[in-house]
């Protein structure tokens, strides 16, 4: 099994639907990050946090919310879903200090 | 000015040569630089780490780092066409606690 376990792989859903991605990991790690990718964009950073009551803005966090459950899991929502949240999402944890990431199998989702 | 800055390319090298991705950083603080491999459509993998000033070698990979002019590099030596992919180049902050992606290099090796 994955350290870092996204759900779902692949998503294609409405606009003006609310959905979850989920991350678990069981690496252990402090911080858990979510990003999107976009072509030519690179990894922006939506929301992070350093622990289950320490959650952060991200550069693009507009849209999105998300909720720490344990150390584990950390779950990204898109309140109503629109078609530019279209795009490939990673999940990603770490320690603290100046430690490699480590990213989930992505989530694919596409709002038509 | 970006906060970490990277060529997007593609950079395109025959296999067998060297292929030379460089990167270039805003925050003088800085303290650790790592370079990640991401296929496409795969999520991304640490390939090389490096906190000091100079040359790091890790099999084919050679990473460089030079503080004082805010670059870091990543040389891999003999190009093999399994190292197509996009490579991200990632810097950590101490000071903000966070790290910052570029938005990658991609790199096509031509047989």
């Known amino acids: 099994d994955a350290d870092v376990t996204q759900t779902p792989r692949n998503r294609i859903t409405k606009t003006g639907k609310r959905i979850m991605l989920e991350c678990s990991q069981t690496?252990?790690?402090?911080?858990m990050y979510w990003y999107r990718q976009d072509p030519g964009l690179g990894l922006r950073l939506i929301y992070y946090?350093?622990?289950?009551?320490?959650?952060n803005k991200g550069e693009i966090s507009d849209g999105y919310s998300v909720s720490r459950q344990a150390q584990a899991k950390f779950s990204l929502s898109l309140e109503s879903a629109i078609p530019n949240q279209t795009a490939l999402y990673f999940c990603?944890?770490?320690?603290?200090?100046?430690?490699?990431?480590?990213f989930g199998q992505g989530t694919r989702l596409t709002v038509v | 000015q970006k906060e970490v800055e990277q060529n997007s390319g593609p950079l395109s090298v025959p296999e067998g040569a060297i292929a030379s991705l460089n990167c270039t950083y805003s925050?003088?603080?800085?303290?650790?630089f790592f370079w990640y491999r991401q296929y496409s459509g795969k999520s991304p993998e640490l390939i090389m780490f490096?906190?000091?000033?100079g040359d790091k070698e890790d099999g084919r990979f050679t990473a460089q780092l030079n503080k004082a002019s805010q670059y870091v590099s990543l040389l891999i030596r003999d190009s093999q066409p399994s190292d197509s992919a996009t490579y991200l180049c990632?810097?950590?902050?101490?000071?903000?606690?966070?790290?910052?992606f570029g938005t990658g290099t991609k790199l096509q090796v031509i047989p």
């Open positions: 990603a944890t770490r320690f603290r200090g100046d430690t490699e990431a480590f």
């Open positions: 690496k252990g790690h402090d911080r």
């Open positions: 490096i906190y000091s000033n």
């Open positions: 946090s350093f622990d289950v009551k320490d959650i």
């Open positions: 990632a810097v950590y902050s101490g000071g903000y606690q966070k790290v910052t």
């Open positions: 925050d003088r603080g800085s303290q650790s």
